[in-house]
């Protein structure tokens, strides 16, 4: 189904929810510096109603399983505005809208509150002539609201009657396709020189306090608060790479993931939007589903000001390449500007956060890969190609009280070696040689095996090459690797894929026992699993009582 609208005098329906005055200027808003006034804005965000949700869209899928349907949009960002102009601009024609014919809930709504209001759960169609009776029966049996509020026009036009008046008459082009295109200066930002090491006093005593640092403590507090098995649908617990929703009727599931590192973005915006992007793909792969697209919500500080404009720049080339690389395209996306407050001349200004959301598919979602590591004796695998980039990494951020710029440049990013690599793994976890699979992201490969070890509650023994640093091999953020776990049987099968398709693997270590054992000639580092899980999941509900008892 599409949302261009065609065929002039085709009725144009409204469904769903009552319209109200809540999320008016909510697009603007998002978009808008935030000064004293800040508490005054609340009634631009809308309260959305999740049961009406789901009521609109079985009612929607009803009505798509018959022929009743033209063009279909939902009304998202400026509500009736941006959902009929984008529809009539779609399709080449103009519209026409009755306003009072517009479902309301709040008395003497005028037609500026109607057309720029967000509530949510509502709909907007343009129908076949004649199943409007047909389309209604469906809405009221679902408890709906059902209206016809206007026609689809030959003028190009969007014009609103109110009260027996025209109240607007307007071309769509300049709303639309020739809405001005701005070419703002711009300042690249300087990626910061390499950082030097501070050095290695306590490995164990380090991964205990990444575990329950925020960027990494356990959501299990949060996820809990809600019904997350809701409709049987989600087929991995929360907690792991990427979430996995099976689709009825057969064996496929989708995978989902949401990312963006904003430490990254400040110090390389380049760098930072290629990895939000590789990101999402990495984690869609480590469950064992083929990555297919992205949407983005692109969150950014003054665009005026050109170093703020240098990091959307930056970011968006960033994700450019990375998109190119791996075959992984930007479907759609919004944008939310000016998060900063003007008083303190942009000191509070966000850092550039450009969250990648994607989405992949799986044949068999029974197949699906998680990070818990399964059984005892299993081989642990690193595969991808260690660099012990230690920049921007979370280890100097939360043991070193080292960040921003003297915090040295992002990890760099191989696009041909992510796509061997995913590509490598998820074939694995098809053919049954995985156990488990995580990918190597904040925390570095420490964080990743304790992980893999709090889930499937196995610990494991870690060898580690002697040359090098120990805290830079196990907390550098290095790009590109996952770390796996495969049965004796199957490991030489997979370490001859990996040679076939240029992929460096390294076996790491096996599970065992209930601790993390950590090898080295120069001394063991050893952290229980009971110790680590009291950090992991210790974070948020002491941080959230705390807050309780304040209040």
């Given at each position: ?425 998820r074939e694995a976890i098809t053919a049954g040689h995985l156990t488990a699979v995580h990918d190597v ?55 001859a894929n990996a040679h076939q398709a240029g992929v460096e693997v390294e076996r790491i270590g096996r ?41």
């Amino acid at each position: 189904f599409y949302s261009a609208a065609t065929g002039v005098g085709n009725p144009i329906v409204y469904v769903g929810s009552k319209t109200g005055r809540d999320g008016i200027h909510g697009a603007t808003m998002a978009s808008a510096d935030f000064e004293e006034d800040a508490d005054a804005k609340r009634p631009t965000v809308q309260v959305g109603d999740p049961f009406t949700e789901r009521l609109l869209i079985e009612a929607c899928l009803e009505l798509m399983a018959s022929d009743a349907i033209v063009a279909i949009q939902d009304m998202g960002a400026a509500g009736l505005t941006s959902s009929s102009v984008e529809m009539a601009s779609k399709g080449g024609v103009g519209i026409e809208l009755i306003m009072d014919d517009v479902p309301q809930r709040e008395e003497g709504m005028t037609a500026y509150e109607m057309m720029l209001s967000e509530s949510q759960e509502r709909m907007l169609m343009v129908l076949k002539p004649g199943r409007e009776d047909f389309a209604e029966a469906i809405f009221r049996k679902w408890e709906l609201d059902f209206a016809v509020i206007g026609h689809v026009t030959e003028t190009g036009r969007m014009v609103l009657r109110h009260k027996g008046e025209v109240v607007c008459d307007i071309p769509l082009a300049p709303l639309a396709d020739d809405a001005p295109l701005y070419d703002r200066p711009h300042v690249p930002t300087e990626v910061p020189a390499a950082i030097t090491s501070p050095g290695c006093q306590d490995p164990a005593a380090d991964l205990l306090k990444l575990m329950g640092s925020p960027d990494i403590a356990s959501r299990r507090w949060i996820w809990e608060q809600y019904d997350h098995m809701v409709g049987g649908d989600t087929v991995q617990r929360p907690g792991g790479d990427a979430a996995v929703v099976r689709v009825h009727g057969t064996q496929k599931g989708l995978a989902m993931s949401t990312d963006c590192t904003p430490r990254y973005c400040y110090a390389d915006p380049v760098t930072g939007g290629m990895q939000a992007v590789v990101e999402t793909w990495r984690n869609i792969t480590a469950v064992g589903a083929k990555p297919l697209a992205i949407t983005n919500c692109l969150n950014f500080a003054n665009p005026q000001r050109p170093e703020i404009m240098g990091q959307i720049v930056g970011c968006l080339e960033g994700m450019s390449q990375a998109c190119r690389a791996l075959d992984y395209p930007i479907v759609s996306g919004n944008v939310s500007l000016y998060n900063e407050s003007k008083a303190t001349g942009g000191g509070s200004a966000i850092l550039p956060t450009p969250a990648i959301g994607g989405v992949g598919l799986m044949a068999d979602w029974s197949k699906s890969a998680t990070i818990a590591f399964k059984g005892t004796g299993d081989v642990i695998v690193l595969i991808g190609t260690p660099k012990g980039e230690i920049g921007q990494s979370l280890w100097l951020r939360e043991v070193h009280d080292i960040e921003g710029r003297e915090a040295g440049p992002p990890p760099s990013i191989d696009l041909d070696a992510e796509r061997r690599t995913g590509d490598l793994v998820r074939e694995a976890i098809t053919a049954g040689h995985l156990t488990a699979v995580h990918d190597v992201s904040d925390g570095g490969i420490a964080v990743t095996v304790a992980e893999m070890a709090l889930a499937g509650n196995i610990g494991a023994l870690i060898q580690f090459p002697e040359q090098g640093e120990a805290c830079r091999q196990l907390f550098a953020e290095d790009q590109g690797l996952y770390i796996a776990t495969v049965e004796d049987t199957a490991l030489m099968d997979f370490l001859a894929n990996a040679h076939q398709a240029g992929v460096e693997v390294e076996r790491i270590g096996r599970t065992a026992g209930t601790r993390l054992i950590f090898e080295r000639e120069d001394g063991d580092f050893v952290v229980s699993l009971d110790d680590l899980r009291r950090a992991h999941e210790g974070f948020f509900p002491a941080l959230m009582g705390a807050d309780a008892a304040l209040a």
